[in-house]
């Protein structure tokens, strides 16, 4: 079979997005390793209080970089930056305006902690240019929360979506958890069965992974809790794909679902496909033009570089064509747009076809694209192709 040549992402135009990182938590979640701090963990020498003014100092640093194309999407993410004044969130999205661009139908996202908004809050976030907010639910049962030491109550997840709505957010999208040791199918088909009722735009559901290093990991190691085993994941995964597809969310990417393709995360997109973007704040990622770097990891060190008008880079790397072309791989194998052929290329041919006699894939457009049981063995397929 002949392999159509399609543009890889470095000849296409590539879009933009920017990243900000909000590194603020109440409590930490026993799961959750993300570059985080509570209030007792932060220490001396950075502040919630001027946190916008540092990473807005660095915003207008980065701004040349651009290359004068604006920003399709940005996504405020964390932590939790809700726990930020909004209009703190507003004075950051205001400056990528001023000095990288908007462009026109920008995505503008942010997470948030159901407990962690106000119809104030929302309000004033909406009007200052956010569109999207994605909730981080997890699960609508007391005991799995528990378990997940999650603080916020459920019972304020339905007057947050509807908050949200009423002050006009156009997507709302819930991030749940599966896979919670003690969660049995029941307790998982009512955590969709809530999510579902919310009437979101868009669904994210991750299996729990244990962090090495975290609370829960430590809880796992004692045996205090036991990860279900991988045929009770995948059982999990079907019935989030039954119900959510039952629902009118289709599957976009392997863990993300949303109503239609103008509700996908075009910013997540954007980084499956090896796009380019600026990552603002402590610890985040940037990716531009074959070059990725990554700042200094604490918010101390990195308020400390941009106060005394250094960058908060910390190191980078190039990115070679073969690590392209394996995160190539890997990325948009999970995607339901699929791989194109010619990213594998001819030598790939006799795997392709193992891989379509066993079901696990199809061939649509002359890109190869997971069924529902390559779906389940995602890791396995694009093993495959890679050493
Ligand atoms: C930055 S948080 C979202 C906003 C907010 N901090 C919250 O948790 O509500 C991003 C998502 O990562 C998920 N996450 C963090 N650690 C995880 C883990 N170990 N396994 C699976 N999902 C995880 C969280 O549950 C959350 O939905
Ligand atoms: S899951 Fe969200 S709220 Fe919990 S510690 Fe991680 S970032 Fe913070």
Not at 58 to 63: G, L
Not at 79 to 91: C, M, N
Not at 248 to 273: F, K, P, T
Request: proline fraction near 5%; aromatic fraction near 8%; hydrophobic fraction near 40%.
């Amino acid at each position: 079979m002949p392999y159509a040549e399609s543009p890889t992402p470095s000849t296409r135009d590539r879009a933009l997005g920017v990243y900000v990182h909000v590194p603020f938590c109440s409590v930490r979640c026993g799961y959750c390793d993300f570059n985080t701090y509570t209030a007792d963990e932060l220490g001396e020498g950075a502040t919630r209080a001027s946190y916008a003014d540092t990473a807005i100092a660095e915003i207008v640093r980065s701004a040349p970089g651009a290359g004068g194309r604006s920003a399709e999407t940005v996504f405020f993410g964390g932590g939790t930056p809700t726990q930020l004044p909004a209009d703190d969130l507003v004075r950051m999205l205001a400056a990528i305006d001023d000095t990288i661009g908007l462009a026109d139908g920008v995505e503008v996202t942010t997470e948030a902690n159901p407990d962690s908004v106000t119809p104030e809050s929302l309000a004033t976030l909406r009007r200052g240019g956010f569109n999207r907010i994605s909730f981080g639910v997890q699960s609508a049962v007391p005991h799995v929360l528990a378990t997940l030491e999650r603080t916020h109550d459920p019972a304020n997840v339905p007057q947050a979506v509807r908050w949200a709505r009423e002050a006009g957010f156009e997507q709302v999208s819930v991030d749940l958890i599966y896979g919670t040791p003690g969660e049995s199918m029941d307790d998982w088909r009512t955590s969709l069965e809530q999510a579902v009722a919310l009437g979101p735009d868009h669904v994210s559901a991750y299996a729990l992974i244990v962090e090495q290093g975290t609370a829960f990991a430590r809880k796992v190691r004692r045996g205090e809790v036991v990860m279900p085993d991988d045929d009770e994941t995948a059982d999990k995964y079907l019935l989030a794909d039954e119900l959510l597809t039952g629902a009118g969310l289709g599957w976009y990417e392997l863990s993300n679902w949303a109503r239609d393709a103008a509700a996908q995360c075009r910013h997540n997109v954007l980084y499956w496909h090896s796009d380019d973007w600026f990552g603002i704040g402590p610890g985040a990622h940037s990716h531009l033009a074959g070059e990725r770097w990554w700042n200094v990891k604490h918010p101390a060190a990195y308020a400390q570089r941009l106060a005394a008008g250094e960058s908060p880079r910390h190191d980078g790397e190039t990115i070679d064509a073969p690590t392209a072309r394996t995160e190539r791989i890997m990325l948009e194998t999970r995607l339901r747009s699929g791989l194109a052929l010619s990213a594998l290329g001819p030598g790939a041919r006799s795997e392709v076809a193992e891989l379509v006699d066993s079901a696990l894939v199809t061939i649509v457009d002359e890109h190869l694209v997971l069924t529902l049981t390559g779906r389940l063995l995602a890791d396995a397929v694009v093993r495959k192709f890679i050493e």
